[in-house]
Every structure is written in C-alpha cells, then in structure tokens.
T-cell receptor, first 113, second 115 residues
Framework: GQQLNQSPQSMFIQEGEDVSMNCTSSSIFNTWLWYKQDPGEGPVLLIALYKAGELTSNGRLTAQFGITRKDSFLNISASIPSDVGIYFCAGYNSGGSNYKLTFGKGTLLTVNP | EAGVTQFPSHSVIEKGQTVTLRCDPISGHDNLYWYRRVMGKEIKFLLHFVKESKQDESGMPNNRFLAERTGGTYSTLKVQPAELEDSGVYFC?????????????FGSGTRLTVV
C-alpha cells in the first residue's frame, strides 16, 4: 500500500525559532494535507494543498506541494509554546466522496519557552 | 454544532476480553471513517461508511474487528477477542458527501490498552 515517510520524528526547539518538516511518498497523491494533534484531541486540519507546486500559507504556517506530487513540506515560523503537538502529513487521491487518508508517522514538536 | 464524539475516551481491558467503541458523527454527515494509531506509528485507515453501508473496509486488520452503523447515525467498533497488538488510539472522523477535506472532522479518539 501507499506509505508516507515523515521526518524528523521529533524536534526540540526554542521559542521564536523556525521549524521545517517534510513528507515523501512512494506514490503520487493529488492532494496533500497537514494536520496538528494536541494532547488528548484528534487531528485538526492546518493546510490543504491541491496542485503540484502550490505554496500555501496560513498565518505562521507555510506548506508546499512538491512538483512530482510525491512530497510536501511544512514550515512554522517564529514558533510559540502553543505550537507544541504532533504534526501529521496526509495524502489522498480524490474520487467520488471517498476521503480515505494516508498518514505519515508524525513529527512531535516541543517548544521551550 | 457539536463535533464528532467518541466514547469511552480510555479503555483498559485484558487480553481475550471484548471492547466496543462508539462514535457519534456530526449530525447530517453521511461519511464516517475509523482510523487507528498504534504508538509511534502512522494513523491508519480502518474503514469507511456511507450512511449505513460499508464503502471500504480494506484497512480492517482481521475478523476480530466488527464495525456497524445501524440506521446511518452512530457507529460502533467491536474488538472480540482483544489481543495485545490491538492497543492504540482509535479515531473516528465524519464528513459530508460533498464537504471536502475542510469538513472532514476527527473525534478526540479512544485510547485502548490491552493488558
């Protein structure tokens, strides 16, 4: 089946630093997604990318959909303590109404104030 | 509007016992999904309902897992008998048929520990 390789597995950074994480796939996806999971909660969608090469921002977050459609990265600028959590990349190939997502293993982000 | 509700939030059971997890989707959402995350691994798709019908159950690990969605409202996921490797967090998600990914909402999950 399709697999997503997400790196790094974990990051420990100081407040104010920028963060970058990425995801690569063994196969093509036509949509890439980035989720954040806070402790005790479910994943919440941060950014959705629909076109190869697309660069999208959401506040301090920037994500790009790789030109080959097999990779994506997420940048967080000027990190703050509430950025702590697990970040997941996910991909899917839309068709009808089946939004079956394939996830990476997650990046655990710790921000030291 | 109320979000996706899952209960229990935690369950600890012994190997060989039966556990039933419940998911209440957002009202009006025809699509309902079950996912599972084993510690340190990816969140993996288990199955997808459209109303009361199973659209895709390709991710169900084996026949010890049984999912139902009677009447197309809430869903249950039963594990019988539970094994140690079934431990993990089980997430439910729901969406409208034409809602797109921004309408795809996850519940807080049920953390299952099999001892």
């Amino acid at each position: 089946g399709q697999q997503l390789n997400q790196s790094p597995q974990s990051m420990f950074i100081q407040e104010g630093e920028d963060v970058s994480m990425n995801c690569t796939s063994s196969s093509i996806f036509n949509t890439w997604l980035w989720y954040k999971q806070d402790p005790g909660e479910g994943p919440v969608l941060l950014i959705a990318l629909y076109k190869a090469g697309e660069l999208t921002s959401n506040g301090r977050l920037t994500a790009q959909f790789g030109i080959t459609r097999k990779d994506s990265f997420l940048n967080i600028s000027a990190s703050i303590p509430s950025d702590v959590g697990i970040y997941f990349c996910a991909g899917y190939n839309s068709g009808g109404s089946n939004y079956k997502l394939t996830f990476g293993k997650g990046t655990l982000l710790t921000v030291n104030p | 509007e109320a979000g996706v509700t899952q209960f229990p939030s935690h369950s600890v059971i012994e190997k060989g016992q039966t556990v039933t997890l419940r998911c209440d989707p957002i009202s009006g959402h025809d699509n309902l999904y079950w996912y599972r995350r084993v510690m340190g691994k990816e969140i993996k798709f288990l199955l997808h309902f459209v109303k009361e019908s199973k659209q895709d159950e390709s991710g169900m690990p084996n026949n010890r897992f049984l999912a139902e969605r009677t009447g197309g409202t809430y869903s249950t996921l039963k594990v019988q008998p539970a094994e140690l490797e079934d431990s993990g967090v089980y997430f439910c998600a729901s969406s409208l048929r034409t809602g797109g990914v921004y309408g795809y909402t996850f519940g807080s999950g049920t953390r299952l520990t099999v001892v």
